[in-house]
């Protein structure tokens, strides 16, 4: 994912929203909070969408906690068997995963950013190999696809793939049945 202004992926990355805990008051600005009250007052804890979240931070107005989708219980989980989580399930607007990971790297400190770079790497590789597999298979099977139990796992893997790895599997897919078709054409030209 880039970070282009026009690029549908950044903007929903960037829509994602992580806790804040705000140092100062900040007058008439109550309604970020969520809640009915005019003023944010010192100390309120209140969930922002990153890209206003870069103006709290850097103007030292708010402290914020890593998100969720990267704390320890998904970090284990990742390490234990990256194939097993469901990272569409992490994050809200199509599952980005990885957009929403490389916005919050932007705002870390260099070493925590390093640790969700490596965070992200370690899962997309151990993931990747999957992916492709799946869309390879499914590719081969045609469009009278495939059923039963055997299926259930890969079909729940599928579910939980990133909007990224979505686009890897289709192009992947696509890749396949295109080298089927031009395998079957030439077979028929050799005969």
């Not at 870069?54 to 103007?59: C, E, K, R, V």
């Not at 194939?83 to 399930?89: A, I, M």
């Not at 081969?140 to 909007?163: H, I, V």
């Not at 696509?174 to 080298?179: D, G, L, Q, W």
């Amino acid at each position: 994912m880039d970070n282009d202004y026009f690029s549908i992926d950044a903007i929903l990355a960037e829509n994602q929203k992580i806790q804040c805990t705000f140092k100062v008051d900040i007058p008439d600005m109550g309604h970020l909070a969520g809640g009915s009250d005019r003023d944010i007052k010192s100390l309120t804890k209140a969930p922002i969408p990153i890209w206003l979240a870069y103006i709290m931070l850097f103007s030292d107005w708010a402290d914020f906690t890593i998100p969720s989708p990267f704390g320890t219980r998904v970090r284990n989980a990742l390490k234990a068997e990256p194939r097993s989580v469901k990272l569409s399930n992490l994050v809200g607007a199509g599952g980005l995963w990885y957009g929403f990971g490389k916005m919050v790297m932007d705002i870390l400190n260099e070493d925590q950013a390093n640790g969700i770079s490596e965070v992200l790497t370690k899962a997309f590789k151990g993931r990747l190999l999957e992916v492709i597999d799946q869309a390879q298979h499914f590719a081969a099977l045609g469009p009278a696809g495939g059923g039963g139990p055997s299926t259930d796992s890969a079909q729940s893997f599928r579910e939980g793939l990133d909007g990224t790895e979505r686009e890897l599997f289709a192009l992947a897919q696509e890749s396949a049945k295109r080298m089927k078709r031009w395998h079957e054409g030439n077979d028929k030209a050799r005969r």
